[in-house]
Structures are given as structure tokens and as C-alpha cells.
T-cell receptor, first 117, second 112 residues
Framework: GAVVSQHPSRVICKSGTSVKIECRSL??????MFWYRQFPKQSLMLMAT?????????EQGVEKDKFLINHASLTLSTLTVTSAHPEDSSFYIC?????????????FGQGTRLTVV | LAKTTQPISMDSYEGQEVNITCSHN???????ITWYQQFPSQGPRFIIQ???TKVTNEVASLFIPADRKSSTLSLPRVSLSDTAVYYC?????????????FGTGTRLLVSP
């Protein structure tokens, strides 16, 4: 099946610094990608929709100036957590949909564990 | 997207069949049902998708009654490695399965 790769898989940063997470679709083009956040023992929460060549759309309650999204190519979307604080520590996951011959499904990256100290 | 309701958790033993039922009373005519599996510290993984009756693949079966207000994911002969969270999602293929909205999921624990 299609592969979506995230990098890094784990990152620790100091409070106040910024962290960039990359999401790549390795064998298909994705004009749209999605970013999720997941806290321990909780479900995935959709943060924003990343649109290639245009601005991202954010879910209610998600600060667009804090979570900067760039989708500069058909295979790469980046999420930058700016001025990170300990409460931003979470598991961040991206997804990219692909319509196949049998199913329409979303492919997920392996996730990025962010720890802000 | 139609709201889904699943049991929060389930316990089983190796070799048993596990059935996880999901309720989706407000499912629309164009909606499909998809199940995802998530292991700790990993992204969700597609398991199976269906519209009505029964769908089977190498991993699981999906049973959908005629009224489509519920669905059951069946995992045959589970092993320890099937311990994971299972999510049921309902949506239109053209739009609903791109922007996925996850419910609580069912945490399955398989014991020896």
C-alpha cells in the first residue's frame, strides 16, 4: 500500500523553541494532507488540513500562528510548532488520502512524539 | 460524518475470535464504514472497509446488517500482537474518508 513517512519520529526541545515535523507521501501525490494530535490514552484530534499551494485550514480552537503548516509540494507537508511549551508535548500524526481501486483510505505516518522540556 | 459509538475496551485471550461492534445510527445513504487499528506510538492502519452485508480480507471480516445502523469487526483467532486500539469511522468515500474524525475507539487487550 501507499506509504506516508514522518520525520522525526521523536524530538525533544526546550521550551520557547520551534520544531518542524515533516510528512511525506513516498509513492503517491497528495494535494491534501491532514495533521492530528493525540494525547496519551486519548483519540486522535484533527488539527488542520494542509492544502498544496494554498493556506491550511485549521479546526476550531487550533492556533494557526502557533502551528504553522506549509504544503509546498505534492509530496511534502510540514508542521512547525512555534514557541513550544510543555503543554504542546504530544504525539503528532499526519495522513494523506488516496483513492484506490478497491477502497478509499487515508494513509498515516508513523507519528512524531514531541516532548517540550 | 456520522457519529459512532464503540465499547471503550475489550479483553480476550489468544486464539479466540473477537467481535467489536460499532453503532452508527445516523449513517447516511452514501456513507461507508471503515475500521482502523492503532498500536501505541504509531499512526493508525487501515483494516477493512465496507458498505453492506459482509466484507472479508486476510486480516478481518466486517459484518453490516441490512439497516446499516451498526457494524461488527471480527478478528479471527487473535494473538498478542492484536492488542491495539480499533477505531470505527463512517463517512462518504468522496469526502468523509479524507478528513477523518476519530471517536474514542475500542482498546483491545489480548492476554496469553
Amino acid at each position: 500500500g501507499a506509504v506516508v513517512s514522518q520525520h522525526p519520529s521523536r524530538v525533544i526541545c526546550k521550551s520557547g523553541t520551534s520544531v518542524k515535523i515533516e510528512c511525506r507521501s513516498l509513492d503517491f501525490q497528495a494535494t491534501t494532507m491532514f495533521w492530528y494530535r493525540q494525547f496519551p490514552k486519548q483519540s486522535l484530534m484533527l488539527m488542520a488540513t494542509s492544502n498544496e499551494g494554498s493556506k491550511a485550514t485549521y479546526e476550531q480552537g487550533v492556533e494557526k500562528d502557533k502551528f504553522l503548516i506549509n504544503h509546498a509540494s505534492l509530496t511534502l507537508s510540514t508542521l512547525t510548532v512555534t514557541s513550544a511549551h510543555p503543554e504542546d508535548s504530544s504525539f503528532y500524526i499526519c495522513s494523506a488520502p488516496q483513492t484506490g481501486t478497491a477502497n478509499t483510505e487515508a494513509f498515516f505516518g508513523q507519528g512524531t512524539r514531541l516532548t517540550v522540556v | 460524518l456520522a457519529k459512532t459509538t464503540q465499547p471503550i475496551s475489550m479483553d480476550s485471550y489468544e486464539g479466540q475470535e473477537v467481535n467489536i461492534t460499532c453503532s452508527h445510527n445516523n449513517i447516511a445513504t452514501n456513507d461507508y464504514i471503515t475500521w482502523y487499528q492503532q498500536f501505541p506510538s504509531q499512526g493508525p492502519r487501515f483494516i477493512i472497509q465496507g458498505y453492506k452485508t459482509k466484507v472479508t480480507n486476510e486480516v478481518a471480516s466486517l459484518f453490516i446488517p441490512a439497516d446499516r445502523k451498526s457494524s461488527t469487526l471480527s478478528l479471527p483467532r487473535v494473538s498478542l500482537s492484536d492488542t491495539a486500539v480499533y477505531y470505527c469511522l463512517v463517512g462518504d468515500l468522496n469526502t468523509g474518508f479524507q478528513k477523518l474524525v476519530f471517536g474514542t475507539g475500542t482498546r483491545l487487550l489480548v492476554s496469553p
